[in-house]
DNA sequence: GAGGAATGAGAAA
DNA sequence: TTCTCCTTCCTCA
């Protein structure tokens, strides 16, 4: 369900979980059924550009994995649970046991448990992921993740160089709140920053891309990298400023307080009380902006 | 228990 | 522009 910060959220997490040792896989299901290319080896690495994810065991073998609307991953310590729901792949930590887990097992299948019962294992080690409802999770090789990199644009959270984004929006006759949801002009903003940081610039999503001013675009580039990574808090993204927040007990941010504009049809904007407006399958999905904050004569 | 919506994107028409 | 993939969670009855 993420969109790129939540992304490189998890390409953080599972590196410092997994990486460098090896790891064990599996697609108990049948969903996944690739997951002997990987199952035993180490990881090296894991990859995140835009919305998609890499994770690099080297031999030219990388595990891609994308989320899309629906997918998500649940991770813990300690055993493994048991499946359920629908699973399409598991990874967890291998420790290294002095005989096969299963007797006469290949070593590379059999030398490695995490659950199973030798009593080799100390549980707090155990780490796992599990992964349910992807657009994809497939085999990549370097030179097909290469390409998957050369056809995004730049990512704020990689400290890309974003003229390349630009120089898209700059020709496009195309409306900026659809340029946004375009992964290969800026790769890893989904719906809730686009609404976002439309709102946060005060720029209408309908100007066409070719007359937002230079300074509205790169007020918004700078504003993402910095929004997009303080994005996550308990899983959710936040992009209201403090100020702009009502006045609540304790420090949790209320999850009706997080944004100015997105999901708040109907509602008062938070700036200047005009109700928020819904507009639906604009790219695809529901757009929501403040007609006043964000009139179309706002443009610099 | 049904039905819809959700932080996405590729293919089809 | 419309369909289709796919899973979970929430609302409503």
Redesign the pocket.
Known sequence: ???G??IHRWAARHEAAFAGKPVRMDGP?G?FTDSDVFDGRKLERVLAV???LGYDFGKDRILHV???????FTEGSGPLPAV?????MRMWSAAKVKQPAVPGASKRHGWYSSDDGTGHLDPEQVAWVEL??P?DCSVYTNEKWQQLTE?LGPDPLNQDDPERGFAKVRKSKKAIGQLL???DVF?G????Y?AELLFRARQSPFTAGKDVSDAVLRKMWKDAGPLMQAGMVD???VTTLAKDRPRRGGGVIAAEDAHYV??RNGLPCRICGTKVMKME?FA???LFWCPVCQAEENKA
């Open positions: 369900m993420p969109e910060n939540g299901q969903r835009g919305k998609h994308h989320l899309g609307l629906q997918g998500d359920r729901g629908a699973l399409r349910r409802g657009t056809r949801m375009e992964q790769a903003i989904g719906n809730i686009r899983r959710r993204i997105y999901r399958g695809g999905r529901n």
